[in-house]
């Protein structure tokens, strides 16, 4: 899970409700799910902030990457999504890596045939 913060909501300006989905089909997409998360700040300010998740699959596979180079792919994929280079410049970035958490161990998700196999 992730949390991208802009200065701005700029995907509302360009008519977008922030609720981006793939099927991760290029190796550039590892985002599967996006919604818009702003939120007003106690000072009545908004906070602008798209909230996602890297799932299955490429969770895994991105797990060995540092935190630079995966937000470098996630802002990457919404400018894709979104054509915009605006969102090749979010003000800050925080994620959770359920794969690292040995309650949790992943996100919830339906599993897909197989899933418990790759995991023993």
């Given at each position: 899970?992730?949390?991208?913060?802009?200065?701005?909501?700029?995907?509302?300006?360009?008519?977008?409700?922030?609720?981006?989905?793939?099927?991760?089909?290029?190796?550039?997409?590892?985002v599967t799910d996006t919604m818009d998360y702003c939120q007003m700040k106690?000072?009545?300010?908004?906070?602008?902030?798209?909230?996602?998740?890297?799932?299955?699959?490429?969770?895994?596979?991105?797990?060995?990457?540092?935190?630079?180079?995966?937000?470098?792919?996630?802002?990457?994929?919404?400018?894709?999504?979104?054509?915009?280079?605006?969102?090749?410049?979010?003000?800050?970035?925080?994620?959770?890596?359920?794969?690292?958490?040995?309650?949790?161990?992943?996100?919830?998700?339906?599993m897909p045939p197989n899933v418990m196999t790759m995991l023993h």
């Open positions: 899970k992730f949390q991208v913060f802009y200065s701005s909501p700029f995907w509302r300006d360009l008519h977008f409700d922030g609720t981006m989905n793939s099927d991760c089909s290029s190796s550039l997409h590892i106690s000072t009545g300010e908004l906070l602008p902030c798209i909230v996602g998740f890297i799932c299955g699959n490429e969770a895994i596979r991105v797990a060995e990457l540092d935190i630079e180079e995966r937000k470098d792919i996630v802002v990457k994929q919404f400018a894709a999504m979104m054509n915009t280079e605006l969102a090749l410049e979010p003000q800050h970035y925080e994620e959770t890596n359920w794969l690292l958490d040995p309650i949790q161990y992943g996100t919830l998700a339906i």
